[in-house]
């Protein structure tokens, strides 16, 4: 496959750039994905066939489709071969009639179909934190660090956390369960963007704690000027606006409930290798 996919990238003028772009899982590169999917489709066809690990071959089919100089192989014509027409029926039954004709593959439709629902997700946790109270607010937060593994128990980290009294909460919490270190956290229930002066004073805040680290928290967004001045200063900061912190409560189950769970799963091929 590495060798098929060098060949391909060279015959289409991909630049490195089109080879590295991923798929929305962020894991697997799209090219990648598509150039094992058209190996799929072609020995669905009777093309292609894998006779070794790790390798493939065209058929004596495949080579009289060769002879044969057809202008284009896409999957309209290798649904001719009734192997394929059955793969791509079922292929078109999940995807539907979309991207002129041309089903994606399997795996990227569940990608697509994964994170279009995890930002829905998102955007119904950020409305319903909008919408809570700051004493809810200040647990959501609680329990989110301590679900990441800060603050030692829930009860540690809710007595270090929600004493400033205003809509935001403020506190020093345990970066690990030993406490061997301290981090500062501001959290703010805005729906405003946070500028540069709000972390400043956050900053400030910090020297005067003799904090070394800090995490500043809110439902909002960050200025371009906030982020910029936290990478120019010595102090470690960490920014988590409204979209990161509804994300996490997705990773680590807060506010959010098992709905279904799909195993995506590949042959392995060493298990059949008999040598």
Not at 165 to 170: A, F, K, S, T, V
Request: glycine share 10%; proline share 4%; aromatic share 8%.
């Amino acid at each position: 496959m590495a060798e098929a996919r060098e060949h391909v990238a060279k015959e289409f003028g991909l630049t490195q750039e089109d080879r590295e772009e991923l798929l929305p899982s962020g894991r697997v590169p799209r090219f990648t994905n598509r150039v094992a999917w058209c190996r799929v489709h072609l020995q669905k066809a009777g093309l292609l066939e894998s006779r070794h690990r790790g390798s493939f071959n065209i058929t004596p089919l495949g080579l009289d489709v060769l002879k044969k100089q057809p202008k284009r192989i896409d999957l309209k014509y290798l649904d001719q071969f009734p192997g394929h027409l059955e793969f791509y029926k079922r292929a078109k039954k999940n995807d539907g009639e979309i991207n002129e004709g041309q089903p994606r593959p399997p795996d990227e439709v569940l990608e697509e179909s994964y994170q279009e629902l995890r930002s829905e997700l998102v955007t119904a946790l950020l409305s319903a934190l909008e919408a809570a109270s700051p004493s809810f607010f200040e647990r959501v937060v609680v329990e989110l660090l301590v679900r990441m593994g800060y603050g030692g128990s829930l009860r540690d980290a809710g007595q270090a956390i929600g004493k400033s009294g205003d809509e935001g909460i403020d506190g020093i919490i345990k970066e690990d369960r030993l406490g061997l270190d301290n981090v500062y956290i501001q959290a703010k229930k805005w729906t405003a963007v946070v500028g540069r002066p709000e972390i400043q004073k956050f900053v400030g805040a910090l020297h005067g704690k003799h904090a070394k680290k800090g995490v500043f928290i809110t439902t909002s967004s960050f200025s371009s000027e906030a982020l910029e001045y936290t990478r120019l200063i010595d102090s470690r900061v960490v920014l988590i606006d409204g979209v990161t912190l509804a994300g996490y409560m997705i990773d680590f189950g807060v506010g959010t409930k098992l709905k279904q769970v799909y195993e995506l799963k590949e042959i392995d091929n060493d298990y059949f290798d008999e040598e």
